[in-house]
């Protein structure tokens, strides 16, 4: 069973950067795939984006490519998600997860392992 912690949401204005993390204990991460989601008020848990299990390859939602990025440190039991020029429509908690399989996914059933979300609040 692996636990996952989310840390570094905030409240931040329109263009700010923020940077989320995500650690794991239980187990390790190194052989599982990661994702970031994200769930607004009254909306439906919504694909963020996705590293494989090395961290070589990624794949994030239209709606935050090439603002947002994701990086994972196997030795460190962490996945880091950079949020560049935050937008409003940004606003939500952000969950990150965790698959057994080492390929990325984008839906949330294909996840295993979810952590408690952290608030991200981006004002106009």
């Known amino acids: 069973q692996v636990q996952l912690v989310e840390s570094g949401g905030g409240l931040v204005q329109a263009g700010d950067s923020l940077r989320l993390s995500c650690a794991a204990s239980?187990?390790?991460?190194?052989?599982?795939?990661m994702g970031w989601f994200r769930q607004a008020p009254g909306k439906e848990r919504e694909f963020v984006g996705s590293i494989n299990w090395s961290g070589g390859i990624t794949y994030y939602a239209d709606s935050v490519k090439g603002r947002f990025t994701m990086s994972r440190d196997n030795t460190k039991n962490t996945v880091t998600l950079h949020m560049n020029s935050l937008k409003p429509e940004d606003t939500a908690v952000y969950y990150c997860?965790?698959?057994?399989?080492?390929?990325?996914?984008?839906?949330?059933?294909?996840?295993?392992?979810w952590g408690q979300g952290t608030q991200v609040t981006v004002s106009s």
């Open positions: 997860a965790r698959r057994f399989a080492g390929n990325i996914a984008t839906r949330p059933n294909e996840y295993d392992s």
């Open positions: 239980g187990r390790t991460l190194s052989s599982g795939a």
